[in-house]
């Protein structure tokens, strides 16, 4: 029988992390005031993956290793000031490293996917949840940028948006896949995606729940376990995509606007008779009346709610009302309605914190359940708060297709380090916080910047480049 102990022991023996003596000296330095050898622990981590940066006998390992660095002790992430502080660095390399070399991207994303499935190890309360972000850029260069909502500034503004997948369990969260979103605008200008290199399969338009499809079934493909998928009320109101996870078995707890209509009573969709000269009808109507799902909750009794403490934290335990209904979901035309429930969840302290979900689960699954599920949610978007704090992910420099792709696959490097640091210190360090690690990390590893003669000549350099850049702009006006 295995004891609690040794399946922590077989987990780290899978993950290959907590047995690594560098990495735990460096985090036990935190605890005990010993030297912090955090160079080691970078190195040790990407060791696994050093295959994934070699092509034939040519290797780009090192300079992973530096850009990750650089993701760490840089205060702005990008390639001229990482090359600032990272020793034996060249922001020009960081650039062909991005652009121009010949590693792949996918495999090292999957790598990372399986590293943080083992690292979970417990499918039951393990969820997939997809969101996506948005990142403000100048110009329209850059690789599926475009005047598009960015839900970061809240607004329509030049950005480049990514659709993202997150493991979350039980309060730990790391991204494992991300897809670029182009607007059509892109798709539908063959030269500028050329320009871009975007590869041919992927200069076809595809919404943003078609891309969160492909990695859900790519995530299983991959043999990454979950338990079921969120989302946020873009993906909820889509019908086609909770009708095609419902096709595919998957389990989904997934949110929804509160004017999203259902029904009910199964609305029972029907093709209208044919007349005597036109076409067969192929679209399918229903009389049944529909209801906005706010409508429900202004309709509900007091028995109707389920008071439930749906977690503790540092301010108290959250107590929450739950509200669960059998509702029908119709998409204009097609041929069925779906049974499924909505969830609905408000904040006993803040009524007016209302969260409307749908959800495919069977009628066993408790009310507590399907509400802490779609209470999971939350950590992808501290997940883009983290990575984008304290390991650069919206400073690149990046304006072709593979260059966006493999900074984020980066980051998600230095996010799974960050994820397993915090897992593996969990008892000795149970506050350990991303920007810690960040902050200790930035501090620990060796810096270019240990002298003045450098930094003067660091700006020197910095001054020359500027006025290249001035005198080409007026050479140009």
Request: net charge positive; charged share 25%; hydrophobic share 35%.
């Given at each position: 029988m295995l004891t609690t102990k040794s399946v922590r022991r077989s987990r780290s023996l899978q993950t290959g992390w907590t047995t690594n003596p560098s990495t735990q000296l460096s985090l036990n330095g935190i605890h005990n005031d010993k030297p912090i050898n955090a160079t080691n622990a970078v190195d040790g981590f990407l060791s696994p993956f050093d295959t994934f940066f070699k092509s034939g006998n040519h290797s780009v390992h090192e300079t992973a290793?530096?850009?990750?660095?650089?993701?760490?002790?840089?205060?702005?992430?990008?390639?001229?000031?990482?090359?600032?502080?990272?020793?034996?660095?060249?922001?020009?390399?960081?650039?062909?490293?991005?652009?121009?070399?010949?590693?792949?991207y996918r495999p090292v994303l999957d790598r990372v996917a399986e590293d943080t499935n083992r690292l979970f190890g417990n499918r039951a309360n393990t969820g997939l949840i997809i969101d996506e972000s948005g990142f403000e850029?100048?110009?329209?260069?850059?690789?599926?940028?475009?005047?598009?909502?960015?839900?970061?500034?809240?607004?329509?503004?030049?950005?480049?948006?990514?659709?993202?997948?997150?493991?979350?369990?039980?309060?730990?969260?790391?991204l494992v896949d991300t897809r670029l979103y182009l607007p059509t605008e892109w798709t539908d200008d063959p030269a500028r995606c050329a320009k871009a290199n975007i590869p041919v399969s992927e200069r076809s338009f595809k919404t943003k729940p078609e891309l969160?499809?492909?990695?859900?079934?790519?995530?299983?493909?991959?043999?990454?376990?979950?338990?079921?998928?969120?989302?946020?009320?873009?993906?909820?109101?889509?019908?086609?995509?909770?009708?095609?996870?419902?096709?595919y078995g998957e389990l989904f707890v997934?949110?929804?606007?509160?004017?999203?209509?259902?029904?009910?009573?199964?609305?029972e969709p029907y093709l209208p008779a044919a007349?005597?000269?036109?076409?067969?009808?192929?679209?399918?109507?229903?009389?049944?009346?529909?209801?906005?799902?706010?409508?429900?909750?202004?309709?509900s009794k007091k028995r109707d709610w389920k008071k439930k403490t749906l977690r503790s934290s540092s301010t108290g335990h959250l107590q929450v009302e739950i509200l669960r209904r059998k509702v029908w979901v119709w998409e204009v035309g097609s041929a069925r309605a779906h049974k499924w429930h909505l969830i609905v969840r408000r904040e006993i302290k803040s009524p007016d914190t209302v969260k409307y979900s749908l959800s495919n689960a069977s009628s066993e699954?408790?009310?507590?359940?399907?509400?802490?599920?779609?209470?999971?949610r939350y950590w992808i978007e501290r997940a883009f708060q983290d990575l984008k704090s304290?390991?650069?992910?919206?400073?690149?420099?990046?304006?072709?297709?593979?260059?966006?792709?493999?900074h984020m696959t980066l980051v998600m490097l230095a996010g799974l380090f960050m994820l397993q640091l915090r897992i593996t210190n969990q008892e000795q360090i149970?506050?350990?916080?991303?920007?810690?690690?960040?902050?200790?990390?930035?501090?620990?590893?060796?810096?270019?910047?240990?002298?003045?003669?450098?930094?003067?000549?660091?700006?020197?350099?910095?001054?020359?480049?500027?006025?290249?850049?001035v005198k080409k702009h007026q050479l140009v006006t």
């Amino acid at each position: 029988m295995l004891t609690t102990k040794s399946v922590r022991r077989s987990r780290s023996l899978q993950t290959g992390w907590t047995t690594n003596p560098s990495t735990q000296l460096s985090l036990n330095g935190i605890h005990n005031d010993k030297p912090i050898n955090a160079t080691n622990a970078v190195d040790g981590f990407l060791s696994p993956f050093d295959t994934f940066f070699k092509s034939g006998n040519h290797s780009v390992h090192e300079t992973a290793k530096k850009y990750l660095k650089g993701l760490f002790q840089s205060s702005k992430r990008n390639m001229e000031r990482m090359a600032e502080v990272v020793p034996d660095s060249n922001d020009q390399v960081f650039q062909n490293f991005l652009t121009h070399s010949s590693w792949d991207y996918r495999p090292v994303l999957d790598r990372v996917a399986e590293d943080t499935n083992r690292l979970f190890g417990n499918r039951a309360n393990t969820g997939l949840i997809i969101d996506e972000s948005g990142f403000e850029k100048k110009g329209k260069r850059s690789v599926g940028v475009a005047r598009q909502w960015n839900g970061r500034l809240g607004k329509v503004e030049n950005s480049q948006v990514g659709v993202f997948a997150a493991l979350v369990n039980e309060g730990n969260v790391g991204l494992v896949d991300t897809r670029l979103y182009l607007p059509t605008e892109w798709t539908d200008d063959p030269a500028r995606c050329a320009k871009a290199n975007i590869p041919v399969s992927e200069r076809s338009f595809k919404t943003k729940p078609e891309l969160a499809l492909e990695m859900v079934r790519h995530a299983r493909q991959c043999g990454i376990e979950f338990e079921w998928v969120g989302a946020d009320a873009l993906y909820g109101n889509t019908p086609s995509f909770l009708a095609a996870l419902d096709q595919y078995g998957e389990l989904f707890v997934v949110d929804v606007h509160k004017d999203q209509r259902v029904f009910l009573e199964n609305p029972e969709p029907y093709l209208p008779a044919a007349s005597a000269k036109g076409r067969k009808p192929t679209r399918y109507l229903v009389d049944a009346h529909s209801i906005e799902v706010r409508d429900i909750v202004d309709g509900s009794k007091k028995r109707d709610w389920k008071k439930k403490t749906l977690r503790s934290s540092s301010t108290g335990h959250l107590q929450v009302e739950i509200l669960r209904r059998k509702v029908w979901v119709w998409e204009v035309g097609s041929a069925r309605a779906h049974k499924w429930h909505l969830i609905v969840r408000r904040e006993i302290k803040s009524p007016d914190t209302v969260k409307y979900s749908l959800s495919n689960a069977s009628s066993e699954t408790s009310a507590l359940k399907l509400a802490k599920m779609q209470a999971q949610r939350y950590w992808i978007e501290r997940a883009f708060q983290d990575l984008k704090s304290h390991v650069g992910m919206a400073q690149y420099q990046a304006r072709q297709w593979q260059s966006w792709h493999r900074h984020m696959t980066l980051v998600m490097l230095a996010g799974l380090f960050m994820l397993q640091l915090r897992i593996t210190n969990q008892e000795q360090i149970p506050y350990l916080s991303c920007y810690d690690i960040q902050v200790v990390f930035a501090h620990s590893l060796s810096s270019k910047q240990t002298n003045t003669g450098e930094i003067i000549a660091q700006m020197q350099e910095r001054h020359r480049r500027r006025a290249r850049a001035v005198k080409k702009h007026q050479l140009v006006t």
